[in-house]
């Protein structure tokens, strides 16, 4: 049974024929603010003022359009909420947030901040002023709500304005936004009637012909309460002493009311309060749905009745099809149905779920199951629902499904006990996850059992359309995924291996998953053949399935397996033909992180500037485009380039950030930050913070080698390496020595041909500072060969200047010559650009020229005429160059360009 949105929750409330004008409180709402919040109780008219400023806001601006929702519970779930904020603005326009929801149904994992970054996007295009109006905002209670109503609110288009009804202040940045005078506000004090108000509702509206004292004591009593004067009306219409009638009630608003619908009750014919008691407990009527909780016919024409009435109902649509009880009007009913006919509840919740189960409405059809207490059959439901409902992200609303369900209940039935466990799982409570996969594996093994002993709970029988076989391969992937979560590597392997052996070739979806989690098993332990072999076939079922969102999300990681492997080629050729992909389907919005992953491998390959490119597109997408656990990466490769360019103070502070942002996820942790801190300040020449760094992590040269420390033993042998030359340790040389010569048999042995570099590089370093020089250039020799095919640049020239000298003497020697010499070239720009940034303002290319030639015997006029220039303009630059270079003379200039390697 799929969900579906309710259209009745979209409508703009028309003003009603009673209607008091209310002039004052139109001019204080005044022009359209990025907020208007109308806050007061219940009863005080917030959605009839919101509905009669935006009638003559229409009239006045024939351009302005609303968009209106109705919020209820339900909307506490944010994928639901931003779904229907969403289909109210397309009542507008159809196209209008059609990425947003694209973002939501094809990336399960992206945060919602992306799908409303898009939406911001699109309504930023939008034609005209549009005024969007969240009404009864107070049922809102889920923080992420209000945070994503917040950062609406933040980012708003300047043609885009928020309007809010609520019967309480919500937690969002009013002050702020009162400060600026961005924010209109209406409150209880400023919405109750005055005496010339109330003398019209009830004179004229009401046609009650009262005295002026009545009124005036009417007015007293309720202190201007709107729907405590609307109630006293209806009642005196079948009182003849109107003074003895006031005199009657007082007190606070609850017992006025109490007293009053009590009234109003009393003075129905008996139908007509049959009828309201009888479908109190629906949040919204429509004729044939009245007619089954009644057991009755006439249902549409009792409802169209109660509305000319003015009997506290109002249209939800145009075609005035479904209604709505006033919510103090109903609280009241409900409360009498309680107390006076409590025997009827279930039963009237059953009808009621039975109807909306028929057509179509999932979330009331439960909802109303639940209240009739019948949770074996909202249990079913709520399977039934599943689907739609894990599609839709709503993990909220099956989070308060289940949880409203007894326990023994969700036990035995193993499909709601797999989605008890998922959703424990992506909550990251781990301990409770596996109780859970345990009930759902005992209960498909006791599923339709044959014998059914008398007295014992009901068998569990799936419903129609359930496909029982998967379940054990999603139980499976699942501990896969906890055993993930946990970091225990042979424990993913085996039950996504178990997965596999589970599923059928056309179970693509888990198949994929399956696969997936096998291969990042295979990476953590440092089995890249694997690791890459297993990947493949989870990407090729993703595509099979035509999950477009997961197969571009998965090139990350299978790009970063490639790079390790030593494969940048192929890391490339991935990145690139995922992005193609994405544009290809309409996605860019989902590219960010393949921006981040595609500018890493640029930059090893020593293409600076299109690395940075790739990045400034990423940022330009929005931080809110990439997956929560990948946005620290941006950081880190922006690092990575300021590190190539000379800039380590800078680097550090970028690979802060990003350990700030840093958020487990399900994929091995190969590089950790704290490690690349590390390397930064091993070439800041920071030693003793590098040493301190080693000791937390316990490291040592001796220790029992794994893939997922070989980062970190990469980097202790960078140190090692560091403290040997800046101190003469031939202990640490020695150290670092025999650390490289195990790493290597072990990266070797696993294929690891992206740590082979590596560590070919390093050992060329500590073979050249042993003064072993043959061995040293075998060394790099090796790792030459084996990287030009691919294009590695910043591998060699992140070393510094020891490899810079081992580089020339390999060029001395002829050693692969196209190769060094790029690399040589390659140095020569580090240096320049690492020059530059101790300068207050780089050079210009021309005012480079104009410093080569100051070096010559050349004159000031001979210059200018070898360079096409007029004197004037050569002085300009001159006085250019000596601000930059901080000297006064040409002669100063040509020593301080010569010092900084200019010239």
């Not at 994928?79 to 603005?89: C, M, T």
């Not at 090692?720 to 020695?734: I, M, S, T, W, Y």
């Amino acid at each position: 049974m799929p969900t579906r949105l309710l259209a009745t929750k979209l409508h703009v409330p028309a003003p009603r024929s009673q209607l008091v004008p209310r002039p004052r409180l139109l001019d204080r709402l005044g022009p359209l603010r990025t907020l208007t919040l109308v806050s007061a109780p219940a009863g005080f008219g917030k959605t009839t003022l919101l509905a009669e400023w935006i009638a003559r806001n229409g009239q006045c601006e024939p351009d302005l359009r609303v968009a209106w929702l109705s919020l209820d519970d339900g909307d506490n779930d944010v994928s639901r909420f931003l779904a229907y904020v969403v289909a109210a603005l397309q009542t507008l326009d159809a196209d209008l947030g059609s990425e947003a929801l694209s973002l939501l149904a094809d990336v399960p994992a992206l945060p919602v901040d992306a799908a409303l970054t898009a939406l911001i996007n699109d309504a930023a295009t939008a034609q005209g002023r549009v005024v969007l109006v969240l009404d009864d905002y107070h049922v809102i209670d889920a923080g992420p709500v209000h945070q994503a109503v917040g950062f609406l609110l933040d980012h708003l288009p300047p043609q885009l304005h928020l309007a809010i009804a609520s019967r309480s202040d919500p937690p969002l940045p009013l002050a702020r936004l009162r400060s600026r005078g961005e924010l209109t506000e209406l409150r209880a004090a400023d919405l109750r009637f005055t005496r010339e108000e109330a003398v019209d509702f009830l004179n004229r509206a009401m046609d009650l012909g009262l005295s002026a004292d009545d009124i005036e004591a009417l007015e007293t009593r309720t202190e201007g309460w709107i729907a405590g004067l609307q109630l006293a009306a209806l009642s005196l219409r079948q009182h003849q002493d109107v003074a003895g009638f006031i005199s009657t009630f007082t007190g606070s608003h609850r017992f006025v009311i109490d007293y009053l619908v009590e009234e109003v009750l009393q003075h129905q014919p008996d139908d007509v309060r049959e009828f309201l008691l009888r479908t109190a407990f629906l949040d919204r009527l429509t004729g044939p749905l009245c007619d089954t909780v009644t057991g009755l016919d006439g249902g549409s024409a009792m409802l169209a009745s109660l509305d000319r009435d003015n009997l506290f109902v109002s249209a939800l649509d145009d075609q005035r099809q479904w209604y709505r009880y006033h919510h103090l009007f109903a609280d009241v009913l409900r409360s009498r149905v309680l107390q006076e006919h409590l025997d009827r509840v279930p039963a009237l919740h059953a009808a009621a779920s039975e109807w909306y189960e028929r057509n179509g409405f999932a979330e009331d059809a439960v909802r109303h199951a639940l209240s009739a207490g019948d949770f074996d059959r909202a249990a079913g439901l709520m399977e039934s629902a599943l689907p739609e409902a894990r599609r839709s992200r709503h993990d909220a609303m099956l989070l308060a499904w289940l949880t409203s369900l007894p326990d023994e209940l969700v036990r035995r039935r193993p499909v709601l006990s797999v989605v008890r466990a998922w959703l424990l799982l992506v909550a990251g409570d781990l301990d409770a996850v596996e109780p859970w996969l345990d009930e759902a594996e005992r209960g498909l093994g006791t599923a339709l059992p044959t014998d059914h002993p008398t007295g014992a709970p009901a068998p569990y029988s799936p419903v129609e359309g359930a496909d029982l076989h998967l379940l054990p391969v999603t139980i499976a992937i699942y501990r896969s995924s906890l055993a993930q979560a946990r970091g225990d590597i042979p424990g993913t392997g085996e039950h996504a291996r178990h997965a596999l052996e589970l599923t059928e070739p056309g179970d693509h979806l888990e198949r994929g998953a399956a696969a997936g989690l096998l291969g990042l098993a295979s990476w953590a332990s440092g089995d890249l053949e694997t690791a890459v072999q297993t990947f493949s076939v989870a990407v090729t079922g993703l595509r099979a399935a035509g999950n477009l969102a997961d197969e571009l999300s998965s090139t990350l990681v299978f790009a970063d397996m490639q790079i390790a492997r030593g494969r940048l080629r192929e890391a490339r050729r991935l990145h690139e033909r995922a992005l193609d992909l994405a544009t290809a389907h309409g996605r860019p919005r989902a590219t960010a992180d393949l921006h981040v992953g595609l500018s890493e491998v640029l930059r090893e390959q020593g293409d600076l500037d299109a690395a940075t490119d790739h990045l400034q597109t990423s940022r330009a997408l929005g931080e809110h485009t990439s997956l929560t656990e990948n946005r620290y990466r941006w950081f880190v490769a922006m690092a990575r380039i300021r590190e190539a360019e000379g800039d380590l103070d800078g680097a550090l502070e970028l690979l802060d950030e990003a350990e700030r942002r840093y958020v487990r996820g399900f994929f091995p942790i190969v590089r950790p930050i704290p490690a690349m801190k590390a390397r930064i300040r091993i070439g800041q020449r920071r030693l003793p913070e590098a040493v301190e760094w080693s000791r937390e992590r316990g490291l040592s040269a001796a220790d029992d080698l794994s893939y997922l420390h070989e980062f970190e033993h990469l980097t202790l042998a960078r140190l090692l390496l560091a403290e040997h030359r800046l101190h003469g340790g031939q202990a640490a040389l020695r150290d670092a020595v025999g650390l490289l010569e195990r790493l290597l048999a072990a990266a070797e042995a696993s294929g690891r041909t992206g740590s082979v570099n590596e560590i070919l590089v390093l050992q060329a370093l500590a073979d050249a500072a042993q003064g072993h020089r043959a061995p040293a250039l075998a060394a790099l020799d090796r790792a030459l060969t084996q990287t030009r095919p691919e294009g590695h640049v910043r591998l060699f020239l992140d070393e510094g200047a020891p490899m810079v000298a081992l580089l020339r003497a390999a060029a001395q020697q002829g050693i692969a010559p196209e190769h060094v010499g790029r690399l040589l070239r390659a140095s020569e720009g580090d240096r320049a650009t690492a020059v530059t940034r101790h300068l207050t303002e780089p050079l210009t290319k021309r005012e480079l020229q104009v410093l080569g030639l100051l070096q010559t015997d050349l004159s000031g006029p001979e210059i200018a005429r070898e360079l096409f220039l007029s004197l004037n303009t050569l002085r300009t630059h001159n006085k250019h160059i000596f601000g930059k270079l901080g000297v006064g003379s040409r002669p100063a200039a040509v020593r301080r360009a010569e010092q900084l390697g200019l010239l």
